[in-house]
């Protein structure tokens, strides 16, 4: 079946850089992506890899993918506190369903703290 | 700004009432999707659609009723609703169901409270 799990929280300081774990468990997923929920907010999307990729980098953001191991993470470099928020980690399956469905982790708070 | 609106942002409604909720996206996508979002739950998909045509209906109860007169825009009818079904509603699109990378873009939601 499908799964794909996050840590529930991370704290970090301002200036650090933070890591968000993801794991996910179907092997035929093609894409996975990123997204950023603030407070009051939907989901913004952050970024997405594609499976046949290693690391992709855009400015602050790193996503890194193992897909031998199915894990996933988002580093985000000098972390500030607008980056406060859920982050979602979310595998596409084309195959089970036939079509885009998406596949959401719980999400991971991250709390940014000076 | 997403490119996807939803209104209202809150809505107060009583076990009794019937009230809709609106989605309207101004990407140029095909595919519309509404989501259940709870404290403490990963998203639930709810409905899909693509070009007008409902594609998945999660085994949502018939309380909740979709409506999708175009492609821009996404109804979600509600009546009767239970407590339980308070919960942060989101509206999402895509440009297509099918072929390549197709991220999903949400608006800000719904915040549904049932009294």
């Known amino acids: 079946g499908e799964d794909v799990e996050q840590s529930l929280f991370l704290s970090v300081r301002e200036g650090d850089s933070s890591v968000i774990n993801c794991t996910y468990t179907?092997?035929?997923?093609?894409?996975l992506y990123w997204y950023k929920q603030e407070p009051g907010a939907g989901l913004q999307l952050l970024t997405y890899?594609?499976?046949?990729?290693d690391m992709k980098q855009d400015q602050r953001l790193t996503v890194l993918l193992n897909k031998k191991d199915k894990h996933l993470s988002l580093r985000i470099a000098d972390t500030q506190t607008g980056d406060s928020a859920i982050y979602f980690c979310a595998e596409r399956d084309p195959f089970e369903s036939g079509y885009n469905k998406l596949i959401f982790g719980a999400g991971t708070r991250l709390a940014v703290h000076p | 700004e997403t490119g996807v609106t939803q209104t209202p942002r809150h809505l107060v409604m009583g076990m009794t009432n019937k009230k809709s909720l609106k989605c309207e996206q101004h990407?140029?996508?095909?595919?519309m999707y509404w989501y259940k979002q709870s404290a403490k739950k990963p998203l639930e998909l709810m409905f899909v659609?693509?070009?007008?045509?409902?594609?998945e209906n999660n085994s949502v109860p018939s309380r909740f009723s979709p409506e999708c007169p175009n492609s821009s825009h996404l109804f979600l009818h509600l009546h009767t609703l239970q407590p339980e079904d308070s919960a942060l509603y989101l509206c999402?699109?895509?440009?297509?169901?099918?072929?390549?990378?197709?991220?999903?873009?949400f608006g800000d939601g719904t915040r549904l409270s049932i009294l």
């Open positions: 990407l140029g996508h095909n595919a």
């Open positions: 999402a699109s895509s440009r297509a169901l099918t072929g390549g990378n197709q991220p999903q873009h």
């Open positions: 659609y693509s070009l007008e045509e409902r594609v």
């Open positions: 179907d092997s035929s997923s093609t894409y």
């Open positions: 890899i594609f499976s046949n990729m």
